[in-house]
């Protein structure tokens, strides 16, 4: 079984987007799949219960201290989505567990302040500290073609204690799917196959790791 632990102390960075995409394409992988809410607004639970019935299913399960423990045994990839605001005690028991952490980051001034203290706290986390559960960052509704994200992904690469492992674009298609119960890897179109495109930084990082 493979536990990424997605978190950030910011609200709207894209937690959610990044544990629904990973689902569906585990999902459509083949992997029986499940999301672990402990986000409030329980967002990715929604969008498992949306899931129609022509794309494969994805089991999603309240976060809480005992989440983990209601994940079925032949399950092959976890994802847990937290709140914002987290601090180590509210991620202690998903840390524990966790064998990747992925922290999303926005292109702007106080988003990345705000990341760098989160990931300050990160780093006194004593399996983090050891070397024993690898952190990547990913940037998040990027307009590469800019200054404004171009400087602030050079921010992140050269201020971070942990490695930049993706950059993904900023685009309305995350949003229109997750309505749906949808992420981009659900379809084969040429549409969608450069926004796929931007996660394979990500996953080949994901996979290296485990």
């Not at 937690?15 to 329980?42: F, P």
């Not at 032949?74 to 989505?81: E, F, G, H, S, W």
Request: contains cysteine.
């Amino acid at each position: 079984m493979l536990t990424v632990l997605v978190a950030s102390s910011k609200g709207g960075c894209g937690k959610s987007t990044l544990v629904t995409q990973l689902a569906s394409h585990w999902a459509q992988d083949g992997k029986h799949t499940a999301i672990v809410d402990a986000d409030r607004q329980q967002s990715g639970f929604r969008w498992a219960a949306n899931r129609p019935d022509n794309v494969p299913g994805v089991l999603a399960i309240e976060g809480g201290r005992k989440a983990l423990d209601k994940i079925p045994p032949d399950t092959q990839r976890v994802l847990i989505d937290t709140p914002a605001g987290s601090q180590e005690r509210d991620l202690e028991p998903y840390l524990e567990k966790a064998d990747v952490v992925l922290v999303p980051v926005l292109p702007s001034t106080f988003d990345l302040d705000a990341t760098f203290g989160f990931l300050e706290e990160l780093q006194q986390v004593n399996r983090i500290k050891r070397g024993k559960l690898p952190v990547g960052l990913v940037g998040n509704r990027l307009k590469p073609w800019t200054n404004a994200s171009q400087d602030a992904m050079a921010r992140v690469a050269e201020q971070s204690p942990f490695p930049l492992v993706a950059q993904l674009r900023d685009s309305q298609a995350y949003v229109l799917l997750t309505a749906l119960g949808k992420g981009i890897f659900d379809y084969a179109s040429e549409n969608v196959r450069s926004h796929q495109e931007d996660w394979k930084h990500l996953l080949r990082w994901i996979k290296r790791q485990h």
